[in-house]
């Protein structure tokens, strides 16, 4: 079986297997040991970037936002877990942003956002329908399983506090449309959203722009997302730094706010 390639859900094709297969994994080391994606696609500030003072921008009011970071993309048995995500290093990177942001007390919001990829109950436009259809053709997943496969990641799981939302996204790429987040943020007088997660050139480049147009200042972890391959990777944070948001590195992040500290 063959998705189409214009979908987000790539791997969706191969996430049949109850893991990942050990070619893939493989495959993932490879990228990994070449430089291929990762810490290694985030580029260079664009040069208007630099013009800004970023460690002062993550002094003001902050959001934190992971986005779709669930088992289905991290765990042997998730419907993507073929895109192997664990062997990539994004978790890690992410447990590093939400440490130092816990320490800043100018986070004021810390927001967990699901993305399903069985979306049998979500409205649907014609497009919508189709597209999600294809996400999950082939794939046998009883009722538990679906709601095992949206949950949050173990590993961030832990580090889910009181007070902090949990959420699904419900729109095709953005948690902006739907949800509760807009009055949060808009309660809490957040001016910096820091953002990661999964899928780098979906997600967290629909998010970026959504905040962007909202008025709010994104800034994106590039080693704390991640694409449906590697290798795609570094167009995307191109793409993303050159027009929408900085992109820096989990440990620029956290260089970033202890100036401030």
């Known amino acids: 079986m063959h998705l189409p390639l214009t979908t987000r859900r790539e791997a969706l094709a191969g996430a049949v297997a109850i893991a990942a297969t050990s070619a893939i994994t493989a495959d993932q080391t490879a990228n990994a040991a070449s430089g291929i994606g990762g810490v290694n696609a ?32 991290y765990d042997p048995g998730g419907a993507q877990a073929s895109e192997g995500h664990r062997e990539r290093g994004s978790l890690p990177a992410t447990i590093k942003v939400v440490n130092a942001a816990r320490k800043a007390a100018n986070f004021r919001s810390f927001n967990w956002i699901g993305y399903e990829v069985f979306r049998e109950s ?24 679906k709601k095992q496969d949206n949950e949050l990641v173990g590993e961030l799981r832990a580090l889910v506090q009181p007070g902090d939302n949990e959420f699904n ?68 944070m191109q793409r993303i730094n050159n027009f929408f948001a900085p992109v820096i590195s ?12």
């Open 42 to 73: 985030i580029p260079p500030l664009a040069a208007h970037w630099n013009e800004l003072d970023l460690a002062e921008i993550l002094s003001r009011p902050a959001a934190y936002m992971s986005v779709s970071q669930n088992k289905s993309l």
């Open 122 to 145: 979500y409205p649907q436009s014609d497009f919508d329908r189709v597209q999600y259809a294809s996400w999950v053709k082939g794939l046998n997943f009883t009722p538990e399983m």
């Open 250 to 261: 989990s440990d620029r992040f956290v260089e970033l706010l202890s100036r401030k500290a």
């Open 169 to 236: 996204e419900l729109a095709l790429q953005t948690a902006f449309a739907g949800t509760q987040l807009p009055l949060e943020l808009a309660r809490k007088r957040i001016q910096t959203i820091v953002l990661t997660g999964i899928h780098l050139d979906w997600c967290i480049e629909g998010n970026a722009r959504a905040a962007r147009d909202a008025g709010y200042l994104p800034i994106v972890i590039g080693d704390a997302c991640a694409c449906q391959k590697p290798e795609q990777e570094a167009a995307a």
